[in-house]
Structures are given as C-alpha cells and as structure tokens.
Nanobody, 122 residues
C-alpha cells in the first residue's frame, strides 16, 4: 500500500489548509484512514481517524471544532480540512491506513505515508 499526502505549506495563524492523501496499491477491501502529526523533538501523535464508510470519525480534543476529516472512497482519498490554524499545529502531518479506533496509537497503524509539512506562523 502506498499513501501520497499533499497540501501542506506555510500559513499565518487563523488561516486554513486542506491536506489530501491518496491510497494506491494492494489496499484492504475496507479500511479506516487517519492523520497523525509530529512536531520537532516530539512523538507522532494522533489527530483524526475516519471509518471506511465515513460514518464515524474521531479527533483529538485539541483540534475539535477546527479540523474536519472526510474521505472519498471513489478516489481512495482522505482529507483533513484545517481551519483556524494555530502555531502549535506546526508539524509534519502523516496519513495512515489503520483500524478504526477512537484513541488510535501510532503502533496500531498498518501503513504510513510520507509526511507533509504544515507551518503556522504567528
């Protein structure tokens, strides 16, 4: 399974970005997808997960009300809409194929994509 993320960049605080991640290769017949992020010198932390049909989502408390996860299965793509960005959101963002677990941990991820850098300036 290959995961290709895009959409990162530099944005001012209060701005918005939309990340995309497309899965290809031998993907499971059904799979949840997730986003994690890793700031310099810190662990890779869970951000959001969405179930196969998109009917269930879970987000970390720090992004609730600001970030939205969605998916388009016809395009094998998951999105992370990030609004009202803060400097503390600065990190490399990684998409993943994983089981649907509300408190997903990095160790539970099946496949990782390469990260995309998000930088929020104050």
């Amino acid at each position: 399974v290959q995961l290709q993320a895009s959409g990162g960049g530099l944005v001012q605080a209060g701005g918005s970005l939309r990340l995309s991640c497309t899965a290809s290769g031998r993907t499971p017949s059904t799979y949840a997808m997730a986003w994690f992020r890793q700031a310099p010198g810190k662990e890779r932390d869970f951000v959001a997960v969405i179930s196969w049909r998109g009917t269930n989502t879970a987000l970390v408390d720090s992004v609730k009300g600001r970030f939205t996860i969605s998916r388009a299965n016809a395009r094998n793509t998951v999105y992370l809409q990030m609004n009202s960005l803060k400097p503390e959101d600065t990190a490399v963002y990684y998409c993943a194929v994983a089981p649907y677990i509300q408190d997903l941990r990095a160790q539970q991820v099946n496949y990782w994509g390469k990260g995309t850098q998000v930088t929020v300036s104050s």
